[in-house]
């Protein structure tokens, strides 16, 4: 900042920034991945965006627009850019949808009880069950929005494994199957 007198000229030894603002978003709503446009103003300088308190990706196309990626474990809440000059909340709320799970694969593709199991594909995020051949896994986590480590169950027979969340289950098409052993003689 600058300030001039019939004394002469004196300027501010820090700049001044105008903090961000963002004045809509489109979509306000989508699943993890979804590519958000957020328009407002001051963003030439935003150094990260925010869902609901998770750290996305995003890109600056313009000083008033910003391409902002759905991160996983993103949560319905506002949209937040930070800045040096400050950081600024949307007034509405952006809304994380889930799409119905789909398997792609998995590895290995057989085991024995207790083995992990590495299931890849799309829309884990919100995932509330893991079955193998309509058993529920020993346990599972869902890593990111497209993989999901879970632990085969006992006394499960081959089968497909499901994955089931908020919009629906999805099942794979290729068997996982159960390695034979021997329990005595």
């Not at 001039?4 to 603002?21: I, K, V």
């Not at 998770?54 to 910003?66: G, K, V």
């Not at 499901?162 to 289950?169: L, N, S």
């Amino acid at each position: 900042i600058t300030l001039a007198s019939q004394f002469g000229y004196g300027t501010s030894t820090n700049n001044f920034g105008a903090e961000p603002l963002i004045t809509s978003f489109d979509p306000v709503a989508g699943t993890v991945g979804t590519l958000i446009l957020i328009n407002g103003a001051n963003l030439s300088e935003v150094t990260n965006v925010n869902f609901n308190g998770t750290n996305a990706l995003f890109t600056r196309s313009a000083p008033d627009q910003i391409h902002a990626v759905v991160p996983f474990g993103a949560t319905n809440g506002p949209i937040q850019v930070v800045a040096p000059s400050g950081t600024n909340d949307s007034v509405t709320n952006f809304t994380v949808t889930f799409g119905v799970p789909l398997i792609s694969g998995f590895s290995p593709s057989n085991g024995l009880p207790g083995g992990e199991v590495q299931i890849s594909g799309l829309h884990f995020s919100g995932a509330t069950n893991v079955t193998f051949n309509g058993v529920p896994a020993l346990f599972f986590g869902v890593t990111s929005d497209t993989q999901i480590s879970a632990f085969a169950p006992g006394g499960a027979s081959s089968g497909p494994i499901t994955v089931a969340g908020p919009a629906g289950a999805g099942q794979s098409t290729n068997l996982f199957f159960f390695t034979p052993r021997l329990t005595g003689f």
